[in-house]
C-alpha cells in the first residue's frame, strides 16, 4: 500500500514546484524572468512619448512588488539610467520590480509636469499589471535629488493636489512605501530665497509668495495616511540642505507616521566625502539599509 503511493506523492510534489509558473498572469512573458527591458513607453503628455526601462526580479512568484525610481538632475537634467543608490542584483534577488522613468524637464516643461509624468508612470503600471506580473498594491516610490523631491511628492498627494492629469486616471497613482534621497521638502519662504536653481526656468516665476512654491512642497501636503518614509541625506551637502530633509523628518513624525532618517557624516549631495574621514554609514550601508526598508513595508 505504502509503495503504491510513492508515484502519486512524486506527481503532487512536481506539481508543488510548478505551480507558481501556473499562476502567473496569462498577460506576463516568463521569458523576461531576470532580464531589463529598455525605453518602453509609459506615457505620451501632448503626444511626447515618456519613457521607463524595467528590471524584471530573478525570483519567480505571482504578483511583485515594484518600486518606480524618479532621477535626479536639477529637473532640468539627467536620465533614467541614473540609479542613485539602487543595487538592481539585490533588487531583482529580493522581488521587487524596479522601474526607472524618465519625465519632462525644463526649461521646455515647466512644474508640475515633472510630477504629472511621475503619477502616470504609477497609473500605467497599475493598468498594466497582469503584463507586468505585479502587486498593484505594492508599489513603492525612490529617488534622489531633484527625484528624492518627486518621490516624497509621490507619496503625501492624492488628486486634490491637482497632479492627476493626463493618461490611465482610472487608476490610483497612490504608493505603500518611500524613500527620498537629498530631496527638497519645503519650497516656501524663507527657503525659496535660497534655492540654489533658476526657479523661473523651473516654476514659471521668481516671485517667492507664488502658490505654486506651496504647491510643489512635500510638507504642505502630508496627511495621516500617508505611507511609511525612509529620508536619507548627506550632513554635509551643499546643493540641497539637509534641514530640508530635517523638516520633512519633523511633519512626518508630527502627523504620526513612520519615517526613518539616516544622517550621512562627510556625505555632500554626490555622497562623496569631504575631508579625509569616509562617509558612514558607507554606500554598501545604506544600500542594505535600503532593502531592508523595502523588505519590511513593501515585499510580502
Given at each position: 500500500?505504502?509503495?503504491?503511493?510513492?508515484?502519486?506523492?512524486?506527481?503532487?510534489?512536481?506539481?508543488?514546484?510548478?505551480?507558481?509558473?501556473?499562476?502567473?498572469?496569462?498577460e506576463f512573458d516568463a521569458s523576461k524572468v531576470g532580464t531589463t527591458e529598455y525605453d518602453v513607453t509609459y506615457c505620451?503628455?501632448?503626444?511626447?512619448?515618456?519613457?521607463?526601462?524595467?528590471?524584471?526580479?530573478?525570483?519567480?512568484?505571482?504578483?511583485?512588488?515594484?518600486?518606480?525610481?524618479?532621477?535626479?538632475?536639477?529637473?532640468?537634467?539627467?536620465d533614467k539610467s541614473m540609479l542613485t543608490f539602487v543595487d538592481v542584483n539585490k533588487m531583482r534577488q529580493s522581488g521587487?520590480?524596479?522601474?526607472?522613468?524618465?519625465?519632462?524637464?525644463?526649461?521646455?516643461?515647466?512644474?508640475?509636469?515633472?510630477?504629472?509624468?511621475?503619477?502616470?508612470?504609477?497609473?500605467?503600471?497599475?493598468?498594466?499589471?497582469?503584463?507586468?506580473?505585479?502587486?498593484?498594491?505594492?508599489?513603492?516610490?525612490?529617488?534622489?535629488?531633484?527625484?528624492?523631491?518627486?518621490?516624497?511628492?509621490?507619496?503625501?498627494?492624492?488628486?486634490?493636489?491637482?497632479?492627476?492629469?493626463?493618461?490611465?486616471?482610472?487608476?490610483?497613482?497612490?504608493?505603500?512605501?518611500?524613500?527620498?534621497?537629498?530631496?527638497?521638502?519645503?519650497?516656501?519662504?524663507?527657503?525659496?530665497?535660497?534655492?540654489?536653481?533658476?526657479?523661473?526656468?523651473?516654476?514659471?516665476?521668481?516671485?517667492?509668495?507664488?502658490?505654486?512654491?506651496?504647491?510643489?512642497?512635500?510638507?504642505?501636503?502630508?496627511?495621516?495616511?500617508?505611507?511609511?518614509?525612509?529620508?536619507?541625506?548627506?550632513?554635509?551637502?551643499?546643493?540641497?540642505?539637509?534641514?530640508?530633509?530635517?523638516?520633512?523628518?519633523?511633519?512626518?513624525?508630527?502627523?504620526?507616521?513612520?519615517?526613518?532618517?539616516?544622517?550621512?557624516?562627510?556625505?555632500?549631495?554626490?555622497?562623496?566625502?569631504?575631508?579625509?574621514?569616509?562617509?558612514?554609514?558607507?554606500?554598501?550601508?545604506?544600500?542594505?539599509?535600503?532593502?531592508?526598508?523595502?523588505?519590511?513595508?513593501?515585499?510580502?
Open positions: 500500500m505504502r509503495r503504491s503511493l510513492l508515484p502519486l506523492l512524486f506527481l503532487l510534489f512536481l506539481i508543488s514546484c510548478q505551480a507558481p509558473l501556473w499562476t502567473l498572469p496569462s505620451q503628455p501632448n503626444g511626447q512619448p515618456l519613457k521607463l526601462d524595467v528590471y524584471y526580479p530573478s525570483q519567480v512568484r505571482r504578483g511583485w512588488s515594484a518600486v518606480v525610481f524618479a532621477h535626479g538632475g536639477s529637473w532640468s537634467a539627467g521587487i520590480l524596479l522601474v526607472s522613468v524618465d519625465y519632462r524637464l525644463a526649461p521646455e516643461y515647466q512644474f508640475p509636469a515633472m510630477i504629472e509624468d511621475v503619477k502616470c508612470a504609477v497609473r500605467y503600471l497599475r493598468a498594466h499589471a497582469g503584463e507586468y506580473n505585479l502587486d498593484p498594491e505594492r508599489i513603492g516610490a525612490m529617488g534622489g535629488s531633484a527625484g528624492g523631491h518627486l518621490a516624497a511628492l509621490l507619496g503625501v498627494t492624492d488628486p486634490s493636489a491637482g497632479f492627476e492629469v493626463g493618461e490611465y486616471l482610472e487608476y490610483s497613482s497612490r504608493v505603500r512605501a518611500v524613500i527620498s534621497i537629498s530631496g527638497l521638502s519645503d519650497l516656501t519662504p524663507p527657503f525659496t530665497a535660497k534655492l540654489f536653481f533658476d526657479r523661473m526656468s523651473i516654476f514659471g516665476t521668481t516671485k517667492q509668495s507664488d502658490p505654486i512654491f506651496r504647491q510643489a512642497s512635500p510638507v504642505k501636503h502630508i496627511t495621516v495616511d500617508d505611507p511609511p518614509f525612509l529620508i536619507i541625506h548627506g550632513e554635509q551637502d551643499e546643493t540641497v540642505p539637509i534641514n530640508q530633509s530635517d523638516i520633512l523628518f519633523r511633519e512626518l513624525q508630527a502627523a504620526g507616521l513612520e519615517a526613518e532618517f539616516i544622517r550621512v557624516k562627510n556625505a555632500d549631495h554626490s555622497y562623496e566625502s569631504v575631508g579625509d574621514a569616509p562617509i558612514s554609514p558607507s554606500a554598501s550601508e545604506i544600500v542594505n539599509s535600503i532593502m531592508k526598508f523595502w523588505e519590511k513595508n513593501l515585499v510580502k
